[in-house]
């Protein structure tokens, strides 16, 4: 008996300590192995940061839409106002020397000479001058730029290859209009972007306009740009800020909770072990009761018939034979006992034959040791039960039927075991005084007794239901259906008769 409870606390005190240092080192070890409570973790903020991104995204993507449109209509509108302003100051050139062109003659040499001089003198800001070109591309008038003067720029290209002189005289042929392209800034030398208005002298053949850089359009609309990108990337912070925030909350709430469960569970293991040890001693003291109680006296009567058989014969007298009789019958009733206490121990029963007739010798002894009626019912079916749920559902019953000897106070006794669609169900009902009302709950499970078969049931993934009243109290235990094994070859007559779950059909014991 010492043996075999050592070699129990040497399985589970082990690894309830193991599983303690694993509940421990696993805070620790999130970095590279992360728990099950951490992997739930991370799966659940995943989602989080997943919306977040797509979110930030699309509001990043539709930001710099509306802003590239809003920029897109401002820079136009500065363009078109500086069109009208180059298309006025064309047209104010145009008015200051009309009396004179308009009076010319198409060969009048003095006339040119006098309004090439006039827009020669016309020039405004740091910049802005007029141009004068032939149609044959002949440079007339250039104030800012002298080196282009009497010179023919046909075919002349800006550095993004579009023609300038070409296209200035095209538009003055057809009318006017405005013509834009790269062209060095007088007064830096380097390229910019100008936007040129040009109309047409048809009588002398000349191409008149003017120009202004849009540079600085362009350099207000690029900051404009850098602007609406700074701004998204101070709301990509903002978001990521955000978000790390929740993240960090979300990863701290499930550190704190998974620290609170082991902790729990470190209680419940300690309290498992208490239960163990209580047990154990409980278990040691109804056998050391039972060996002291039974087969201790029942041996004490066979030495003392033995000594007194021992003596008679020394004397000669005949009653030694009786004397050794009937200490032969006390030792065969030590024996009976021993095999009762390792039958309550261990049923050979439940390994050799089955639940069935475990279940059904239980009863019959239930029933010729306290002389309460006892009926057990079951019904042969070819699914098996696996040894676990075997040893489950005896030990609850054996429970139960204790139970019912010591406090229920009944005088009939039910135990019914079958198999079903669903799995298998085993109902032990009494006609006893019943238990309090509140003993069966799950948040009070009662005695040790009682917890010990809801935990039973539990680790198999089955349901404990207990049912009590005045009347009497049913407890029903039941097992899912992956706890039956498959039937044998029905071509084996020995597979097939090992098959059934209960060997015995139903039958009932009485006292």
């Given at each position: 008996m010492n043996r075999i409870y050592t070699q129990y606390l040497g399985c589970v005190l082990p690894s309830w300590a193991k599983f303690r240092n694993e509940s421990t080192m696993a805070l620790f070890r999130f970095p590279l192995r992360p728990t099950y409570g951490q992997k739930l973790t991370l799966l659940a903020t995943l989602p989080l940061i997943l919306a977040v991104a797509a979110i930030s995204l699309l509001v990043a993507h539709q930001s710099r839409l509306m802003a590239e449109r809003e920029i897109k209509a401002m820079e136009q509108q500065l363009i078109e106002a500086k069109k009208a302003e180059l298309k006025n100051y064309v047209t104010q050139a145009r008015n200051g020397f009309y009396f004179i062109y308009g009076s010319a003659a198409p060969d009048d040499d003095l006339a040119k000479e006098q309004v090439m001089q006039i827009l020669s003198a016309m020039i405004y800001g740091e910049e802005g001058a007029f141009f004068v070109y032939d149609y044959d591309g002949n440079n007339l008038v250039s104030p800012r730029q002298t080196d282009l003067i009497n010179k023919n720029w046909l075919g002349l290209t800006d550095s993004e290859g579009t023609p300038v002189v070409d296209q200035l005289l095209a538009i003055a042929r057809q009318g006017a209009g405005y013509h834009s392209y790269l062209w060095p800034k007088p007064s830096s030398g380097e390229e910019a972007r100008m936007i040129t208005y040009v109309t047409s002298f048809p009588s002398w053949g000349w191409a008149v306009g003017t120009g202004v850089f849009i540079d600085d359009v362009l350099e207000s609309s690029a900051a404009a740009r850098a602007d609406v990108e700074a701004r998204v990337r101070r709301t990509f912070l903002y978001i990521g800020g955000i978000t790390l925030t929740a993240v960090l909350l979300v990863f701290s709430t499930g550190m704190f909770l998974n620290i609170r469960e082991r902790r729990l569970a470190d209680v419940?293991?300690?309290?498992?072990?208490?239960?163990?040890?209580?047990?154990?001693?409980?278990?040691?003291?109804?056998?050391?009761?039972?060996?002291?109680?039974?087969?201790?006296?029942?041996?004490?009567?066979?030495?003392?018939?033995?000594?007194?058989?021992?003596?008679?014969?020394?004397?000669?007298?005949?009653?030694?034979?009786?004397?050794?009789?009937?200490?032969?019958?006390?030792?065969?009733?030590?024996?009976?006992?021993?095999?009762?206490?390792?039958?309550?121990?261990?049923?050979?029963?439940?390994?050799?034959?089955?639940?069935?007739?475990?279940?059904?010798?239980?009863?019959?002894?239930?029933?010729?040791?306290?002389?309460?009626?006892?009926?057990?019912?079951?019904?042969?079916?070819?699914?098996?039960?696996?040894?676990?749920?075997?040893?489950?559902?005896?030990?609850?019953?054996?429970?139960?039927?204790?139970?019912?000897e010591r406090h229920a106070n009944a005088t009939c006794v039910s135990v019914d075991i079958r198999g079903h669609r669903n799995g298998a169900t085993m109902a032990i009902k009494d006609n006893g005084v019943g238990m309090p009302q509140d003993i069966g709950r799950r948040d009070r499970p009662g005695g040790l007794g009682l917890r010990n078969m809801q935990e039973r049931i539990e680790q198999l993934d089955g349901n404990l239901k207990i049912m009590s009243s005045r009347d009497g109290t049913l407890i029903e235990a039941e097992l899912p259906l992956s706890h039956l094994l498959p039937p044998e070859e029905p071509n084996d007559p020995a597979a097939s008769a090992a098959s059934h779950l209960f060997d015995t059909p139903k039958t009932g014991a009485s006292s």
């Open positions: 419940k293991l300690k309290e498992l072990n208490q239960r163990v040890f209580d047990a154990q001693e409980e278990e040691r003291g109804r056998v050391a009761r039972e060996l002291h109680d039974g087969i201790s006296q029942i041996l004490v009567g066979v030495r003392y018939a033995l000594d007194t058989a021992k003596r008679r014969l020394r004397q000669g007298d005949d009653r030694a034979g009786d004397t050794l009789d009937k200490g032969i019958g006390n030792l065969l009733g030590a024996i009976q006992e021993v095999r009762r206490i390792s039958r309550d121990l261990r049923p050979a029963a439940l390994d050799d034959l089955g639940l069935g007739p475990a279940l059904k010798a239980l009863t019959e002894d239930f029933a010729v040791r306290t002389g309460i009626d006892t009926e057990f019912n079951t019904v042969v079916f070819r699914n098996r039960l696996d040894q676990d749920s075997k040893i489950a559902l005896y030990r609850i019953a054996q429970e139960a039927l204790t139970n019912i």
